[in-house]
């Protein structure tokens, strides 16, 4: 009897450990087991997939790679001919549960089984990146700057974009979410924090930051006083005094790199070319005088303080990266002009003498007294108030009646007096355009060749009258057309010999220095509006009224990049 038992309980354990293995790996029943499933069943479309059959439950477990969809998966069920199968296999199913399959053959027979998906799990992603950011309510849509090493993400939208309620698209990294999401808006009148979180459960908080301005290449700019304009329409871009609130200054600015360098009320500034956003600034607390330069990496600045009698004034160099200042000399009393450098030397006007600077040191390396000759100076001004020109390595530069030559290769000083028939000649900067002189003589322009030993060109024309106590505007030459303001006209004329082209007729007295670029003339009047002109014909593109009288002589800045000065700047002499 005993035996008996022993021999039962053995039968039993083998048969519960047959029908153990059948429910962990058995692939799937043979045809014989339901008479209607045939072979294996598989998923379509998705390769390395793995396959169980639970013989008691008469169900599949179905692992999937990591990635599969299971909301929409269609099977593959070997069975029968004939048989019908509920619901459809071959449409899209969700198997986030488990779906029961009921299956019926021509012959009648019925059998339900059912089909569990499971995503197979591999390593969690650790991918925490924004790898794209994008504003799609304009067009073409605008594609945000990701830095991947600082986190922060930047985007420059037209200056009319209302920032207080923008809906990004943010594209992430694998299996990685965000807050706030994607496609919600937000207000980025200030700076946004997103942080996204990767599978793994890592986090990484970005800082997003919009400005409003023009995007690179898209149109040309033009600046001007406290602001920049869109050079097709004449619509501002952004304006300095929004953003800084200081007062306006009057002198022409420098741009190098995508960055406009500007003095006023004894601050230098730094401001992103598109935005107007401040870069840095620095207080010297002297007031600037004439145009900052720049050359080789470095901002060269004028300057003074004190009352006249016993003004102080000092040439700065600061890096246009930092804003730090590299050095400061003192060069004398009256700064009335900026300076030119040219070969590493700074040249800076100062009381009645030129003033040479080593560019990196500081260092003084001469400086020459000027014999001013001008019987108007020592009623209107004592000291040199031209800019300085520099061309075929000589050093021009005008007083009221002569103009200055230095030799820079032999320091060697000549002068000659001009006479002009129809007025004083300018102490306005002069400009060089093939081997001529051109500078603004009272109410026209004189034409020189300097390498005469007596002027053998010294032709002008008689224009309305410019009164006397409103500095005339330097020429600027273009595609060989000399451009200049005389009085309440602005003038087009043909350089070589002076022949007036065109002429148009404004408001009040033309008193900035203009600038042509792409075919359009740029400049400003007395009585606050600046005006844009066809440069072949004269006629008017549009025109801007600012909030004072137009002193400072416009940049331009093309959607190419190019870069155009007015002749007054150093950075165009």
Known sequence: ?????????????????????????????????????????????????????????????????????????????????????????????????????????????????????????????????????????????????????????????????????????????????????????????????????????????????????????????????????????????????????????????????????????????????????????????????????????????????????????????????TGGIKWETQVGKSAQEGSVVHNGIVYCPIDKKIVALDAKSGTKKWEKTIPLKSQYLETISPDIMSNPCIADNKLFFTDLGFLYTIDLTTNNLTFRELHSPIGYISARGPTMSNGVIYLKSGSGITGIEPRDSYPSKNETLEFTPTAIGFDPPSPIISDNVVYVGSGKRFYALEAGSLQQKWKISVEDFVISSAVVANGVAYFGSRDGMFYAVDASTGVKKWSYSVDNEMYSSPVVVTAAGAVHHPSISGMQQ
Not at 283 to 293: A, I, L, M, Y
């Open 1 to 321: 009897m005993r035996t008996t038992f022993k021999l039962f309980y053995v039968i039993c354990a083998v048969t519960m450990l047959v029908i153990s293995c059948k429910q962990q790996s058995e692939p799937a029943p043979p045809a014989g087991d339901t008479k209607i499933i045939t072979g294996n069943i598989s998923v379509f479309g998705v390769s390395g997939v793995q396959v169980t059959y639970d013989t008691l439950k008469s169900t599949y477990n179905i692992t999937v790679p990591k990635g599969t969809d299971i909301k929409n998966l269609r099977l593959l069920i070997p069975v029968i001919k004939g048989t019908t199968i509920t619901p459809d296999h071959t449409k899209g199913n969700d198997f986030t549960n488990p779906v029961n399959f009921t299956l019926v053959a021509p012959s009648g027979d019925k059998k339900t089984i059912t089909v569990k998906l499971t995503i197979k799990q591999g390593a969690l992603s650790k991918d925490k990146r924004i790898t794209g950011f994008y504003f799609t309510a304009f067009s073409p849509k605008i594609e945000a700057t990701i830095n991947p090493d600082t986190y922060k993400i930047t985007a420059v939208l037209p200056h009319d974009a209302d920032l207080t309620s923008l809906v990004p698209t943010i594209v992430l990294g694998e299996n990685a979410t965000v807050s706030p999401a994607s496609g919600v808006a937000q207000n980025f009148t200030k700076a946004v924090t997103y942080t996204v979180t990767a599978e793994d459960g890592g986090s990484q908080l970005y800082e997003v930051k919009i400005d409003r301005g023009i995007m690179p290449g898209k149109t040309d700019i033009v600046f001007i006083d406290d602001m920049a304009l869109d050079g097709a329409t004449g619509k501002p871009i952004w304006k300095f005094k929004e953003e800084l609130g200081r007062e306006t200054t009057s002198n022409t600015v420098a741009v190098f790199d995508n960055t406009i360098y500007l003095t006023a009320g004894g601050w230098v500034y730094a401001m992103d070319l598109f935005t107007g956003k401040e870069i840095w600034k620095i207080n010297p607390s002297f007031s600037h005088s004439g145009s900052p330069v720049v050359s080789e990496g470095i901002l060269y600045c004028t300057g003074y303080t004190g009352a006249y009698d016993q003004k102080i004034s000092k040439v700065f160099a600061v890096d246009i990266k």
